[in-house]
T-cell receptor, first 114, second 114 residues
Framework: NAGVMQNPRHLVRRRGQEARLRCSPM?????VYWYRQLPEEGLKFMVY????????ESGMPKERFSAEFPKEGPSILRIQQVVRGDSAAYFC????????????FGPGTRLTVL | DQQVKQNSPSLSVQEGRISILNCDYT??????FLWYKKYPAEGPTFLIS?????DKNEDGRFTVFLNKSAKHLSLHIVPSQPGDSAVYFC?????????????FGQGTTLQVKP
């Protein structure tokens, strides 16, 4: 009974490159959430997705960031033209339908932008 | 607009004693509160939660108290153990819009000394 899986665990990019972060939810979970943790801060909500639908993207920066959760395969958080300020830990969480508050987190992807 | 605040960045207690972690919140009527524990380089792990219709919830060594009039909640760990040393985040979920977004505090680093 695997938990939430994220890969890669560590990702290094140079300024201007693209970063793709992947998240596979727990088995039986249809809701995925992405959070970002900047150094010395708490986790900040970015986006909430269900299969093929973005439900709430109120925490996503308006430019360069996008997320999807296709019918098949993992959820992807994509950051285009990365900048140093994008360096952070990105956590994915998943939940069952109708259990929005019981979110289980993955180990995170630590993005470093050089 | 910080809806969840943890004003103590760190706390140190002796093994066997009580640890009390505090959290203040704003803007809630029918909310749901959660505590997560986080070790370095890992994702947050759910600990305990409480609905705003209750004022106490207990699970083993962990008890969460909710004071709605003061908009304050606290997590008590008794007795504290060295393995409890971690960062603790309180989070607010639920609400009438129920978008699935969790709002986290900044975290409190607990150190339990043997």
């Amino acid at each position: 009974n695997a938990g939430v899986m994220q890969n890669p665990r560590h990702l290094v990019r140079r300024r201007g490159q693209e970063a793709r972060l992947r998240c596979s939810p727990m088995k039986g979970h249809s809701h995925v959430y992405w959070y970002r943790q900047l150094p010395e801060e708490g986790l900040k909500f970015m986006v909430y997705l269900q299969k093929e639908n973005i439900i709430d993207e109120s925490g996503m920066p308006k430019e360069r960031f996008s997320a999807e959760f296709p019918k098949e395969g993992p959820s992807i958080l994509r950051i285009q033209q990365v900048v140093r300020g994008d360096s952070a830990a990105y956590f994915c969480a998943s939940s069952q339908m109708d259990s929005y508050n019981e979110q289980f987190f993955g180990p995170g992807t630590r993005l470093t932008v050089l | 607009d910080q809806q969840v605040k943890q004003n103590s960045p760190s706390l140190s207690v002796q093994e066997g004693r009580i640890s009390i972690l505090n959290c203040d919140y704003t803007n809630s009527m029918f909310d749901y509160f959660l505590w997560y524990k986080k070790y370095p380089a890992e994702g947050p792990t759910f600990l305990i939660s409480i609905s705003s219709i209750k004022d106490k919830n207990e699970d083993g060594r962990f008890t969460v108290f909710l004071n709605k009039s003061a908009k304050h909640l606290s997590l008590h760990i008794v007795p504290s153990q060295p393995g409890d040393s971690a960062v603790y985040f309180c989070a607010k979920g639920g609400g009438s819009s129920n978008t699935g977004k969790l709002i986290f505090g900044q975290g409190t680093t607990l150190q339990v000394k043997p």
